[in-house]
């Protein structure tokens, strides 16, 4: 089964028209893959493929002291997207950090579906807090 299409401006889900009016709409791009590998703890779900499936951010989450200088959220952001590129349906990666109003930290993937020829850019909340 396919993601759930969502409005990237409201967060929303995104309803049919026509024929299956008030069903929610189905997502054939990598944008939820993509949420669901960074927010998926790596090696900790049991549903998951293999054990190399979902990122690291997890076992950031607690630990106050973590500066997310020197890239270390993109290259967690990167390693945990990596299977999309191996897999032929990404290309382009690129993570960038950006902080929350609330001090926490989110990711800012750029990614190219090769399957759609598009540009797609997700940003995920990563549930770690903003050092300092």
Not at 85 to 114: H, P
């Amino acid at each position: 089964m396919a993601e759930l299409k969502r409005d990237e401006s409201t967060g929303d889900y995104v309803m049919q028209t026509g024929v299956n009016a008030g069903k929610p709409a189905e997502d054939d791009t990598l944008r939820g893959p993509c949420r669901t590998l960074l927010r998926c703890h790596r090696g900790e779900w049991m549903h998951a493929p293999d054990p190399e499936y979902g990122s690291d951010f997890h076992r950031y989450k607690k630990r106050k002291s973590v500066e997310y200088s020197d890239g270390l959220a993109e290259t967690i952001a990167l390693k945990a997207l990596n299977r999309l590129v191996r897999s032929g349906r990404a290309d382009n990666l690129e993570a960038v950090t950006e902080f929350t109003q609330r001090g926490g930290v989110a990711v800012k993937v750029s990614l190219l579906d090769r399957q759609q020829q598009q540009t797609y850019d997700v940003t995920t909340p990563v549930g770690v807090p903003r050092a300092g």
